[in-house]
């Protein structure tokens, strides 16, 4: 049985974006509210120390759906997203065995 498409998106805040963070951190969650409301799983959410500030796990049925709620976040100028569609282990040798 094929896993639920799953995607890490990595993001990037730009300074209108930590500035919302920093004034209201409840936003996080705001955010993760909005993308389940297209229809997507939010998995897991991580605030990160390096060269992105946030990773979320994020499951949804297509890529046609996770490009609408990357696009819609993106939209707004206040964060920049790279989505990568995640196989799990299992599948990947799954497919490398047919």
Do not use: C, H
């Amino acid at each position: 049985m094929p896993s639920v498409p799953t995607y890490a998106m990595l993001t990037n805040l730009g300074p209108d974006g930590w500035e919302t963070l920093r004034k209201n951190p409840e936003r996080i969650r705001a955010v993760r509210e909005e993308v389940e409301s297209t229809g997507l799983k939010v998995v897991a959410q991580y605030a990160l120390l390096g060269q992105y500030d946030f990773l979320n796990i994020i499951e949804a049925p297509d890529e046609q759906a996770m490009a609408r709620a990357a696009i819609m976040l993106a939209a707004r100028g206040t964060m920049r997203t790279t989505t990568l569609q995640a196989i799990p282990v299992d599948d990947l040798v799954s497919i490398l065995q047919q």
